[in-house]
């Protein structure tokens, strides 16, 4: 099974949502009318695009349409991929060029339970199977069970992890990880943090403090700020990026659980409104179904074949 493939059948629940339903307006209705774009706009809203991004796809649909003199309804659809394709061109993972940095720093942050700390061990599993040395740090000191399930990926990767007890300062954590990292000649540094709601005022200025520390030892440090996301919880994800971003500027976002209840729209929302990169999408719980995002791959796997429609 290729790659392509096997995303395919990961995005089942986008994948029957949104695919079987335009396949079914563009086999039903072959000539393009009011009724098809509005059938569309329908189907696109109710796969987690939001109104804001689906108003912006349709524009350019009918733009182009009316440019390309249309009249197919199996032409409209290769349009409508294109259009798609274009607004995630910005957020395409590209290969993380570490520019000569060593340690090259990540922070991880998002709120409890979208699967931070597992696609952090599954990050730091690619970077070690790929000739890297990599450590881990539970800079989670809000929650015991943290430290815990991070030590457990070590154990479990057999990559060391920096940690210190329940309700130790997370700063101080980071900055001891980061002096481990310099001694042990690491390639890749990784830092898990609280996973915070992005209303809780206390936390959000204990990850900014967390930025300030490790600034003081590398001014260029933390290197990458990833936030992660479930794709389960639709719209709302747009809330915990723009907060996220306002506390400490992010560089990237991955996206997880798009394996299961998840419309994954929402991942085409994430790239129109904030141009971010998507490092990674999550399409399963083993340890190697954390995925570089491929746009054509993504939209190949939520949309019908013109052969369905």
């Given at each position: 099974?290729?790659?392509?493939?096997?995303?395919?059948?990961?995005?089942?629940?986008?994948?029957?949502?949104?695919?079987?339903?335009?396949?079914?307006?563009?086999?039903?209705?072959?000539?393009?009318?009011?009724?098809?774009?509005?059938e569309i706009e329908d189907q696109l809203i109710m796969a987690d695009l939001g109104v804001?991004?689906?108003?912006?796809?349709?524009?350019?649909?009918?733009?182009?349409?009316?440019?390309?003199?249309?009249?197919?309804?199996?032409?409209?659809?290769?349009?409508?991929?294109?259009v798609i394709l274009d607004l995630l061109q910005y957020s395409e993972a590209t290969e993380q060029s570490?520019?000569?940095?060593?340690?090259?720093?990540?922070?991880?942050?998002?709120?409890?339970?979208?699967?931070?700390?597992?696609?952090?061990?599954?990050?730091?599993?690619?970077?070690?199977?790929?000739?890297?040395?990599?450590?881990?740090?539970?800079?989670?000191?809000?929650?015991?069970?943290?430290?815990?399930?991070?030590?457990?990926?070590?154990?479990?990767l057999d990559i060391p992890v920096i940690a210190q007890s329940h309700g130790a300062d997370a700063a101080a954590v980071a900055f001891d990880a980061y002096s481990a990292a310099q001694a042990r000649d690491m390639d890749y540094l990784l830092i898990d943090s609280a996973g915070r709601q992005h209303t809780h005022g206390d936390l959000m200025d204990q990850l900014q403090k967390l930025k300030r520390v490790l600034g003081r030892v590398d001014e260029n440090a933390p290197h990458e700020v990833l936030l992660t996301v479930d794709a389960g919880n639709g719209q709302n994800v747009i809330s915990q990026v723009e907060n996220f971003n306002k506390a400490i500027p992010l560089t990237g976002l991955c996206v997880t659980k798009l394996d299961g209840t998840a419309r994954g729209g929402v991942v085409i929302?994430?790239?129109?409104r904030f141009k971010l990169p998507i490092r990674y999408i999550g399409v399963g719980e083993g340890v190697d179904d954390l995925r570089p995002f491929i746009a054509e791959d993504f939209v190949d796997a939520l949309l019908p074949e013109l052969s369905e429609s």
């Open positions: 099974m290729s790659a392509k493939e096997g995303l395919f059948s990961r995005l089942r629940k986008t994948r029957e949502s949104l695919s079987s339903g335009l396949a079914s307006i563009f086999s039903s209705s072959p000539k393009i009318s009011e009724g098809v774009y509005e804001q991004t689906t108003q912006t796809i349709l524009s350019e649909l009918r733009k182009k349409a009316v440019q390309s003199r249309i009249e197919s309804s199996d032409e409209l659809l290769s349009v409508l991929k294109s570490t520019d000569g940095k060593k340690p090259f720093v990540i922070l991880m942050v998002g709120v409890n339970g979208v699967g931070k700390t597992t696609t952090m061990a599954k990050m730091a599993n690619q970077y070690r199977n790929s000739g890297n040395r990599v450590l881990l740090a539970a800079c989670d000191t809000f929650r015991a069970a943290a430290i815990e399930q991070l030590q457990s990926w070590g154990q479990r929302s994430l790239a129109d």
